[in-house]
């Protein structure tokens, strides 16, 4: 009795090993399926209509497209200043005004000097006509008749050159104590303060800036291509532009000038491409950054195959077309494909493959083929 408990015992534990056992070879089975099914899937893709885009992105900074550095054309000190930051002016408004006190100085001396002038010439007038009549009754001799001609010559250049002094220098400059605007648009600037001394603009480089004025409804952004995509970049592409101070600020642009010469910005060797905007999103200001969109492909529904299903042997380029089920024990068929358009990610397929069919990522192992 006690043996057949005893045998009884151990057919159970053999009958619970045993099932325990094909559990363990069922789940081993189940995990080694679903392992090469994760293999296959990710060795696999299939052949899709899909839309291939190939875009240049680069960024740079808004700017005027229009801009003015009023500098002054006198040397003088600023007595008052018309206008603030920010204030929209018209072409000829008035803005600053220069201290003019030398130059009214300098406007009556020199009328002081004229007056002079004008009685030396009217004196040496009368010398003459009298001396010529005299010289025509044989009472004086030519020389002093000459002399008294050249004195009148000599008093009237005076009075010319005093004159035209008056109205060349003194008057010129007490114009440009009064400083106007050149053009109409925004004031950007003003770094200068009343009582302050501005230095006269000898050239563009020099002089006392007395503040800056630009035409915000005209914007245009400055940035730089890399070497290597410039070739799908020319004059009136059209750009897609965003402004990541304000989500949603969309704008279009055009190329509207593309440098023939390379430079070097942040170690980087390209070309500098000036895109105007088309129409402006009122809310953008100079100075913020662009990210700038150049499209070069836009395909529409084309059939393409991941750029890592490309072989390419002997010039010639090919994909491995396989099965869709990772179970399938047929082999490989190397298919020469017609390659069109490609991005970063896809390849247009003009010929050679199926929609639908899969093809490998990865070249078979020639006992595979």
């Not at 913020?288 to 072989?311: H, Q």
């Not at 082999?331 to 990610?345: H, Q």
């Amino acid at each position: 009795m006690k043996k057949a408990i005893f045998w009884l015992v151990v057919l159970a534990c053999l009958g619970v090993a045993a099932s325990y056992g094909y559990d363990f070879y069922q789940g081993q089975q189940q995990e080694k399926a679903r392992i090469e099914k994760a293999r296959h899937a990710r060795l696999v893709a299939l052949v899709k209509r899909r839309n291939i885009e190939y875009r240049i992105a680069s960024s740079g900074d808004l700017a005027p497209a229009v801009q003015v550095d009023v500098k002054p054309e006198i040397s003088a000190r600023i007595m008052d200043i018309a206008v603030e930051v920010g204030a929209i002016v018209k072409k000829g408004q008035h803005l600053c005004t220069l201290e003019d006190k030398d130059l009214q100085t300098q406007k009556d001396t020199l009328l002081t000097s004229i007056r002079g002038a004008e009685v030396t010439l009217e004196q040496s007038q009368r010398q003459y006509t009298r001396a010529q009549r005299l010289y025509e009754r044989r009472l004086i001799s030519l020389e002093t008749f000459q002399n008294a001609e050249t004195d009148l010559e000599s008093a009237r250049n005076n009075y010319d050159k005093a004159q035209k002094q008056l109205e060349s220098q003194v008057n010129v400059n007490l114009t440009k104590t009064i400083i106007n605007s050149p053009m109409e648009g925004t004031v950007l600037s003003i770094p200068v303060v009343e009582g302050q001394v501005a230095v006269a603009a000898a050239s563009v480089n020099s002089g006392t800036l007395l503040m800056t004025i630009a035409d915000l409804s005209k914007m245009y952004i400055n940035t730089h291509v890399n070497q290597v995509d410039i070739a799908n970049i020319v004059q009136k592409q059209s750009v897609d532009i965003t402004v990541d101070a304000i989500p949603g600020a969309l704008m279009k642009g055009t190329v509207t000038l593309v440098s023939p010469v390379a430079t070097i910005k942040n170690s980087v060797k390209g070309f500098s491409v000036l895109v105007s905007i088309d129409k402006l999103d009122p809310r953008v200001r100079p100075g913020m950054t662009a990210d700038l969109s150049f499209p070069v492909i836009d395909l529409r529904g084309v059939l393409a195959v991941p750029l890592a299903a490309i072989f390419i042997e002997d010039g010639k380029k090919y994909v491995y077309v396989t099965e869709r089920d990772p179970a399938a024990t047929s082999k490989p068929e190397r298919r020469e494909v017609d390659v069109g358009i490609s991005n970063y990610d896809f390849c247009e397929i003009k010929a050679g493959v199926k929609e639908d069919e899969a093809v490998l990522l990865e070249r078979p192992q020639s006992k595979d083929i």
